[in-house]
């Protein structure tokens, strides 16, 4: 079963605004990646956090992590038309062999 | 640095057939793993090879196979299609435990 929960599902804002979005896991983690895919393609790497890790940025990216909530979110500052595209968080397994999915946040930004 | 590649990037089969996929990982990752993403299901994990052994499988039925070569290209076959296999597949690459994963651009598998 996946691990992850995305939430909201799906988030509409206008171009320059910030978009948040946040993932709750089930079990205790190893590290959490972020992924961007744009309508059915491959998925793109966004950031990767470290259980020991409580907060990263990458450019206008910046990613939290509570491992006492067990969630994390993703913050994009100024958004633009192009951040169109779903957002996935993935836990890895204890193991470290296995990605566990969230279901995904569907952000759109109108120009 | 070359990304992961998957190959082919679209395919339309019939029920009952059998397809094999194809990933090559980024040069030095001897981690592939797969995985099946639909609209109802999402992401689900199929299997992951590490240097030629199967190190972990998810829950699907034996249709669904893979293995892994010494240069760490893996393949992935599914025998007696379905409809319900009509998904996109994705690889990624890692280049060891905990480190980053990629994901190639998937291959679309229609099955009619």
């Known amino acids: 079963s996946q691990q992850g929960e995305e939430d909201p599902q799906a988030l509409s804002i206008q171009e320059g605004e910030n978009a948040t979005m946040n993932c709750s896991y089930k079990?205790?983690?190893?590290?959490l990646q972020w992924y961007r895919q744009n309508s059915g393609r491959g998925l793109v790497h966004l950031i990767l956090?470290?259980?020991?890790?409580r907060e990263k940025h990458s450019g206008r990216l910046r990613v939290t992590l509570d491992t006492s909530k067990k969630s994390s979110s993703l913050l994009i500052t100024a958004s633009r038309a192009a951040d169109t595209a779903s957002y996935f968080c993935?836990?890895?397994?204890?193991?470290?062999?296995?990605?566990?999915f969230g279901t995904g946040t569907s952000l759109t930004v109108i120009p | 640095k070359a990304g992961v590649t998957q190959t082919p990037r679209y395919l339309i089969k019939t029920r009952g057939q059998q397809v094999t996929l194809s990933c090559s990982p980024i040069?030095?990752?001897?981690?592939v793993s797969w995985y099946q993403q639909t609209p109802g299901q999402g992401l689900q994990f199929l299997f992951e090879y590490f240097s030629e052994t199967q190190r972990n499988k998810g829950n699907f039925p034996g249709r669904f196979s893979g293995r892994q070569f010494s240069n760490s290209r893996s393949e992935m076959n599914v025998s007696t299609l379905e409809l319900g296999d009509s998904a996109l597949y994705l690889c990624?690459?890692?280049?060891?435990?905990?480190?980053?994963?990629?994901f190639g651009q998937g291959t679309r598998l229609t099955v009619v």
């Open positions: 990624a690459s890692r280049q060891d435990i905990l480190a980053e994963a990629f």
């Open positions: 040069s030095g990752h001897r981690s």
């Open positions: 079990t205790s983690i190893n590290n």
């Open positions: 956090i470290r259980s020991n890790e």
């Open positions: 993935a836990t890895d397994s204890n193991t470290g062999n296995q990605f566990y």
